[in-house]
């Protein structure tokens, strides 16, 4: 498994079959609490994964005005 850092490009054109999760704009489990995502190209078959910060507390307080529970709540402060 490669598990890229975010910013590295990671060649594709070795592989015959992947697998690619960039992560969660939510709920991060990396101890990273920006946003992940990635993009494919398909060209060039290459992935680049990133990370962004987000207004988090804003995000927390929708999630209590949904009444989501706390401990989800608060995991998103710290990506874990």
């Known amino acids: 498994a ?5 910013g590295e490009v990671i060649s594709l054109r070795e592989y015959w ?3 690619m999760n ?3 704009v939510g709920q991060p489990r990396d101890n990273d ?8 190209d398909t060209e060039e ?3 680049l994964v990133r990370r962004v910060a ?3 507390e804003v995000t927390q307080a929708h999630m209590r005005a949904a ?3 706390e401990r989800l709540i608060n ?6």
């Not at 490669?2 to 975010?6: F, G, H, N």
């Not at 609490?33 to 494919?40: E, G, K, T």
């Not at 995991?75 to 874990?80: Q, Y």
Request: aromatic content about 18%; hydrophobic content about 50%.
């Open 67 to 69: 009444g989501l529970p």
């Open 54 to 56: 987000y207004p988090i």
């Open 75 to 80: 995991r998103l402060s710290f990506g874990w």
């Open 22 to 24: 960039p992560g969660s």
């Open 45 to 47: 078959w290459t992935w």
């Open 2 to 6: 490669v598990v890229p850092p975010a």
């Open 17 to 19: 079959r992947v697998i």
């Open 33 to 40: 609490p920006r946003a992940a995502y990635a993009i494919l």
